[in-house]
Structure formats: structure tokens, C-alpha cells
Nanobody
Framework: QFELVESGGGLVQPGGSLRLSCAAS????????IGWFRQAPGKEREGVSC????????YYADSVKGRFTISRDNAKNTVYLQMNSLTPDDTAVYYC????????????????????WGQGTQVTVSS
């Protein structure tokens, strides 16, 4: 059974940091591009970051560039999203997803391209 499980969400004050993890079971992340998406209440799900298979090239949405860092540890079959300088606008449910199509290509994450999804983890930025 292919499964992705996110963890690391929580409540943090503005300016704080969180590190989200996306752990895979039942398949190897080595051959997939991994995207992070988020969905705030009343808004559409948006792609915020992506890391390719192979050499691990990365993409960031303008809204998170310079603050978020995506990385992968293939030995642990896990992808991370380090989030710094968080603001209330970052409040959302964060999802990771795996893409087999063009996995070695990094591009803006698009929902329909992703095959497997985690259940999401809540990130709340508030004082």
C-alpha cells in the first residue's frame, strides 16, 4: 500500500519556524518528484515547493521563496519542508504529494500531475 504521511505541523508565532516531514511507505521516493501544497480556509489548494528526483532540483512559489527550503533524504525515504519567518498568511493545511510524470523535471506543482497524497498537517501561525 502506497502511503505518504506528513508530520511536524502545529501552532507557531509569527516569525517562527517549523519543519514538516513527508515520509513514504510502500514505495521509494527516489523515483518521484515531491511537491508540497497548502490549502487555507476558503482558498484553493496551491503548490508551494517541489523537488525533483535524481539531482534534487527545487522550485519555490514566490510567496515562500527565501523562507522555505525543501530537501530529501532518500535513505530515510522522507522529504522535508523547512519553513522560516512564518507569517499568518502561511496558515493552512500542508500536503505532500508524489509525482511520477517527468519526475526529474522541477516545475510549479500542479495538482492533477501528482499520483499519491498525504492526509495533510495543519500549520497555524498566530500570536
Amino acid at each position: 500500500q502506497f502511503e505518504l504521511v506528513e508530520s511536524g505541523g502545529g501552532l507557531v508565532q509569527p516569525g517562527g519556524s517549523l519543519r514538516l516531514s513527508c515520509a513514504a511507505s510502500g514505495f521509494s521516493l527516489d523515483y518521484y518528484a515531491i511537491g508540497w501544497f497548502r490549502q487555507a480556509p476558503g482558498k484553493e489548494r496551491e503548490g508551494v515547493s517541489c523537488i525533483s528526483s535524481g539531482d534534487g532540483r527545487t522550485y519555490y512559489a514566490d510567496s515562500v521563496k527565501g523562507r522555505f527550503t525543501i530537501s530529501r533524504d532518500n535513505a530515510k525515504n522522507t522529504v522535508y519542508l523547512q519553513m522560516n519567518s512564518l507569517t499568518p498568511d502561511d496558515t493552512a493545511v500542508y500536503y505532500c504529494a508524489a509525482r511520477a510524470l517527468d519526475s526529474d523535471v522541477v516545475r510549479e506543482p500542479t495538482i492533477w500531475e501528482y499520483n499519491y497524497w498525504g492526509q495533510g498537517t495543519q500549520v497555524t501561525v498566530s500570536s
